[in-house]
C-alpha cells in the first residue's frame, strides 16, 4: 500500500452561501492529492506526462459525512492499496481542524499512451516506484 498526507486551507471561493465546500470543488481536492501523491514517489505529474502517459479519471465516487467549512485546514490521504494493471483506483479520506474523517472518496484513472490514444498497462517507469514505495 501507498499512503500520503497532503493539506488544504479551505479558500473562500471554494464554498457556498452557507460556507460549506461547494461539492464539486472535491474533485479538485483529490486531484491535488494525487499530484502530491506523485510528487512524494519521485516522479512529477508533468513528468509522466513528458513521458507520453496521461492518466484520464474514469470514475469518481464520493461519501459525504460531514460538511468541510471555510478556512479549515483539511488533511487529504491518499491511498494505493493495490498493484495498477491498465487502471490505478485511489482511495481518499478527508479529515477536518478536530481530526473528524468528513469525506471518504475513490477514483479510478487509467494510463493511456498519449501518441497513440490507446490504453496501456502501468509503464515500468511508474511500476518500478510505486514497487520501490509499497508497504505492506
Request: hydrophobic share 35%.
Given at each position: 500500500?501507498?499512503?500520503?498526507?497532503?493539506?488544504?486551507?479551505?479558500?473562500?471561493?471554494?464554498?457556498?452561501?452557507?460556507?460549506?465546500?461547494?461539492?464539486?470543488?472535491?474533485?479538485?481536492y483529490?486531484e491535488?492529492?494525487?499530484?502530491?501523491l506523485f510528487?512524494?514517489?519521485?516522479m512529477?505529474?508533468?513528468e509522466i506526462?513528458?513521458r507520453?502517459?496521461?492518466?484520464?479519471?474514469?470514475?469518481f465516487?464520493?461519501?459525504?459525512l460531514?460538511?468541510?467549512?471555510?478556512?479549515?485546514?483539511?488533511?487529504?490521504?491518499?491511498?494505493?492499496?493495490?498493484?495498477?494493471?491498465?487502471?490505478?483506483?485511489?482511495?481518499?479520506?478527508?479529515?477536518?481542524?478536530?481530526?473528524?474523517?468528513?469525506t471518504?472518496?475513490?477514483?479510478?484513472?487509467?494510463?493511456?499512451?498519449s501518441?497513440?490514444n490507446?490504453?496501456?498497462?502501468?509503464?515500468?517507469?511508474?511500476?518500478?516506484?510505486?514497487?520501490?514505495?509499497?508497504?505492506?
Open positions: 500500500m501507498i499512503h500520503t498526507t497532503h493539506t488544504i486551507r479551505v479558500r473562500y471561493a471554494e464554498t457556498d452561501p452557507m460556507k460549506y465546500v461547494y461539492y464539486g470543488n472535491y474533485a479538485t483529490f491535488v492529492a494525487r499530484v502530491e510528487r512524494e514517489l519521485g512529477p505529474y508533468n506526462e513528458h507520453g502517459i496521461w492518466l484520464p479519471v474514469s470514475q465516487s464520493i461519501k459525504y460531514k460538511p468541510a467549512l471555510y478556512d479549515q485546514n483539511l488533511e487529504i490521504h491518499t491511498f494505493i492499496k493495490k498493484i495498477p494493471g491498465v487502471r490505478i483506483d485511489f482511495e481518499y479520506e478527508i479529515y477536518n481542524d478536530s481530526k473528524e474523517k468528513i471518504e472518496a475513490k477514483t479510478t484513472l487509467f494510463f493511456l499512451d501518441e497513440k490507446k490504453v496501456v498497462k502501468c509503464p515500468d517507469f511508474l511500476m518500478g516506484l510505486i514497487k520501490k514505495n509499497w508497504k505492506e
